[in-house]
């Protein structure tokens, strides 16, 4: 049902991810050595920021605990640790990331823990708002973001290593680092350019593709969010370029694996709530 309503989207970006992947056997080192900028405010923010849809849900199912714990206190306090740490964690990995592109002086633990308390009492607050019949819809969304996450783990990185590919980036600075075509892996070499970890997380966004099926009050934007949730994670693709990171292939290649491993789970969430489903549809 989900998959069949979005089919003309995927069929576009697999040939668009097809595209750039023969694009990029061609021109991949081309493209990045023209857009490299690495002191790019746009592709330094993005690149401290881009992993949150992937793991946005962690933080969520922490709230949603802490709101439906049923009196129980273990469960109330498992939820606060959970939503707290993980936005606090969040906040130090873009500081960190920002810090080391020398874009702010250096990571401060306090100022961390105070946006990520910030972020925390935000969702926590959305959460607190919503009824118990939606808080039961979001753990559901919870529950997809948690199996597509762990695809995520196992997929992406698994690769990494097998193709060994070495980044733009230090191929510039020397040693003992060497460009090499994506469809030509080096095999478990140190290199980890390929596939793009920052544009396949950022490809957790289509999460958001399910909000339609679950809510009502989403049903009239499938098109809207479809083309949201891919400019987004073309937006981070690009930003892999500017900063020297990741090659065309490497993005591209993160989007269409992403895309089909969405396409692949989302009939396993169809049936495990299928009449949640029906009710909105």
Known sequence: MINRRYKKGYVAVIILCLVFMAVGAKFDWAATDFLYNPKNVFGIIFEAFSFFPMYLFIPVLGACLMVRNGGNMTTFAIGTFVLIASCCRFMYFASASMTGRAFIEKVNPYLCGIFGGILAALIFIIIR????RTIRKIQALCAFAAM?????LSVIFVLKKIFGRD?????ITGGEFAFADWFKPAFFTSGSSFPSGHTAAAMGIVLLLLLPFLFAGFKKLKAVLFVFCYFYAALVAFSRLIMGRHFISDTATAIL????IFMALTPYFEKIYRKMLIKQN
Do not use: A, C, G, V
């Open 129 to 132: 708002k919503q009824k118990r």
């Open 167 to 171: 980044r733009y980036e230090d191929i």
């Open 148 to 152: 597509y996450f762990l695809s995520y």
């Open 257 to 260: 694996i992403m895309t089909l």
